[in-house]
C-alpha cells in the first residue's frame, strides 16, 4: 500500500536532506558527517579550465535541433582541440557564431542544427576561425 | 584621448596622448570609434592571463595589470634554445587561449628583461620572444652603447643629468663603469642597477622601481599557506590599507579595485578566485578600499591551500578631480549608511545596494561614460558577449 500512495517530500524532509549532518541528537556519530565535502561546486564540476572558459549567450534560433535556444548560455573552453562534431564559436565574417563542426570530404562545414538555416561552407581549414569549442548549453527551461 | 596603442593603431597615425576631438572628424574615415575605459573587464583577462603564467613557473610575481615576473629553474635558464621554445609556448598559450598578444622577454635578472623589452619589442625579428643570453654579445654591445642611459628601468632623468656629469652618456658606459666607483658616485641601487646589466642578479624582487602612476597593486606570495577565510580577510586588510597609504602618498585615488587570491598551480586543489569591484566613488579611504578588497571573501573556500593574495587598483586618477563627490558620501557616511549597506549587503548579495547609487547624480557627462562604456563581458551575466546562432 505504501507503494501505491507515495508520500508526497515535505519541505522539511527536503530542507534536512540538503542541510549538512553536524547535529547530532544521539550518542552514536553520523556516518555521513565524515564524507560531507561541502555542497556542489557548479563552476568546478562544468569547468575544466577557469582561466579559458568564457561565457557567451546565443542570440537566434539556428541551433535549436542541438538543444540551444534564443538566450540559452555556453560555456565556451578556448584550451579545447575543435573536433569533428562539435558545437563550435567560430568567427565569421567578423562575427562570433555558433555551428556545428564537420569535417567531410567536400571540406569544412558549419553546420546549422535547424532546417530554415543554411549551413556555412568554409572552403579552406585555414580559413576557418576557431573562437572555442562549446562544453555546455545552460538552456532555460522557464 | 589615445591611451595606448596597437601596432595598428600606430599604422594609421593614432599616436599615444592624442585627444578625442581632434581624432573625431576623421573617425569615419579611420574607422575607429571612442569608448570608455572597461577595467572590469581588463581586471579579469588579467587575472586569467596570471593564472595561465602560474602553469608555466613556480614562482610568478605579478607586476601590473599586463606585466608579471616569472622565475625560471637556474639551470634550464642557460639553455637557451629551450628558453626560446619556453618563450614561445608562453606567448602561443595565452594567444590560444585567450586570444591576448604578449611579449616574453627571457633575461638572467629584471633589468635587463627590461631592457629587452623596451628595446626589441620594436623589432620585427624577434617575433615577441626575446633570450638574452641567446642574442649576439656584439648586438647587445651595440644596443647598449646606442641606448642613452636612462633607458634603464630606474634609472630617472634627474639621475642620468649627473650621470652625465661622470661621462656615462650610454647604458654601456653604466654597465662598464666600475661598480665601487658608481656606488661612490650615487648610491648601492645605482650600483646593482650597472650589476644587473653585466648580467648580475642584484636587485631583489621585492624593490619597486617603477614609479607607475595608472595602477598599483599590493600582493605576496604567502611564507606559510594560508588556509582559512580568516586568514585571507586578514592579508587582504593589510594590503589594502598598504595601498591606500600608497595612493595617499601619490595624491590618488582609485575607481576600480581588484582582489584575488590563488592556490600554487602545483598543488591537487587549484583555486584562483578574484573580484573586481567598480568603488562606488574615487577613494583612497582605507576603510571603504578594505570593505571592497573583503568582497572575495565568499569566494574563499575554507581548507584550501592559498599561496598568495592580492589586491590591484586601477582606474587611478588625482584626488580632488571629482570633488563634487564628496559632500554626497560624508552625509551619508555620517547617517551610518555604509554600515548600513554593509549588512544590507550581506543579507542580499553585493549588488543588491551600494553607496555610488545613492550618492551619484547621473549628470550629463557621467551618463555619456556609460553611452560609451564596452559589455563588461566576463564579469556581469547581464552583460555577456552574444554569439550568433
Known amino acids: 500500500m505504501l507503494a501505491l500512495h507515495p508520500q508526497p517530500i515535505s519541505p522539511e524532509v527536503v530542507a534536512v536532506l540538503l542541510a549538512a549532518p553536524t547535529a547530532v541528537a544521539c550518542g552514536f556519530p553520523s556516518p555521513a558527517q565524515d564524507y560531507y565535502d561541502g555542497p556542489i561546486d557548479l563552476t568546478s564540476m562544468l569547468v575544466e579550465d577557469q582561466a579559458a572558459t568564457f561565457i557567451v549567450r546565443a542570440a537566434g534560433h539556428s541551433m535549436t535541433g542541438a538543444g540551444i535556444s534564443d538566450g540559452d548560455e555556453l560555456l565556451v573552453d578556448r584550451s579545447k582541440r575543435p573536433r569533428h562534431g562539435d558545437i563550435i564559436v567560430a568567427i565569421i565574417d567578423g562575427e562570433l557564431t555558433v555551428k556545428r563542426l564537420a569535417l567531410t570530404a567536400d571540406g569544412v562545414v558549419l553546420r546549422s542544427e535547424n532546417s530554415e538555416h543554411p549551413d556555412i561552407v568554409v572552403a579552406e581549414l585555414s580559413d576557418l576561425q576557431v573562437w572555442g569549442v562549446a562544453t555546455y548549453c545552460l538552456h532555460h527551461l522557464r | ?389
Not at chain 2, 607586476?63 to 609556448?89: K, P
Not at chain 2, 658608481?182 to 624593490?207: H, Q, Y
Not at chain 2, 593589510?238 to 591606500?244: E, L
Open chain 2, 1 to 389: 584621448m589615445v591611451v595606448a596603442a596597437s601596432r595598428e593603431a600606430k599604422a594609421i597615425g593614432l599616436d599615444l596622448g592624442k585627444p578625442w576631438f581632434e581624432l573625431r572628424p576623421h573617425a569615419q574615415r579611420l574607422g575607429v570609434a571612442a569608448v570608455s575605459s572597461n577595467y572590469e573587464l581588463y581586471g579579469d583577462m588579467s587575472r586569467r592571463v596570471m593564472e595561465v603564467l602560474e602553469r608555466f613557473t613556480h614562482e610568478l610575481d605579478v607586476y601590473s595589470i599586463d606585466e608579471a615576473f616569472l622565475t625560471v629553474d637556474r639551470r634550464a635558464a642557460t639553455d637557451a634554445a629551450a628558453m626560446t621554445r619556453l618563450g614561445r609556448e608562453i606567448k602561443n598559450t595565452l594567444r590560444r587561449l585567450l586570444g591576448v598578444p604578449v611579449c616574453v622577454w627571457i633575461a638572467p635578472n629584471r633589468t635587463l628583461a627590461k631592457l629587452a623589452n623596451r628595446t626589441a619589442k620594436k623589432l620585427p625579428v624577434f617575433d615577441g620572444v626575446c633570450v638574452w643570453t641567446a642574442t649576439r654579445p656584439e648586438w647587445r654591445q651595440q644596443l647598449m652603447e646606442a641606448l642613452p642611459v636612462s633607458e634603464v628601468w630606474g634609472i630617472a632623468s634627474r639621475l642620468e643629468r649627473r650621470l652625465l656629469g661622470y661621462g656615462v652618456r650610454s647604458i654601456w658606459d653604466l654597465a662598464t663603469a666600475e661598480p665601487v666607483q658608481v656606488r661612490k658616485w650615487f648610491n648601492v641601487v645605482v650600483m646593482r642597477t650597472a650589476l644587473e646589466l653585466r648580467g648580475v642578479a642584484a636587485i631583489g624582487p621585492e624593490e619597486d622601481r617603477t614609479g607607475r602612476k595608472d595602477q598599483l597593486i599590493v600582493s605576496r606570495s604567502f611564507s606559510e599557506k594560508v588556509t582559512t577565510r580568516a586568514g585571507i580577510r586578514q592579508a587582504l586588510s593589510v594590503y589594502a590599507q598598504r595601498a591606500a597609504s600608497r595612493l595617499v602618498r601619490h595624491g590618488q585615488v582609485a575607481k576600480t579595485l581588484t582582489t584575488f587570491a590563488g592556490t600554487s598551480h602545483w598543488t591537487e586543489q587549484m583555486h584562483h578566485p578574484s573580484a573586481t569591484v567598480r568603488l562606488p566613488f574615487p577613494t583612497a579611504d582605507p576603510v571603504e578600499l578594505t570593505r571592497a578588497a573583503h568582497l572575495l571573501l565568499p569566494q574563499i573556500e575554507e581548507g584550501i591551500r592559498y599561496a598568495r593574495a592580492g589586491i590591484m587598483l586601477t582606474d587611478l586618477m588625482q584626488a580632488g578631480a571629482q570633488l563634487p563627490l564628496e559632500p554626497f558620501r560624508h552625509r551619508h557616511e555620517d547617517a551610518g549608511i555604509s554600515t548600513l549597506i554593509d549588512s544590507v549587503q550581506k543579507m542580499a548579495g553585493r549588488e543588491s545596494l551600494a553607496l555610488g547609487y545613492a550618492g551619484l547624480r547621473p549628470g550629463p557627462s557621467w551618463q555619456m561614460k556609460r553611452e560609451l562604456l564596452t559589455p563588461r563581458a566576463t564579469t556581469h551575466w547581464s552583460e555577456l558577449t552574444t554569439v550568433k546562432a
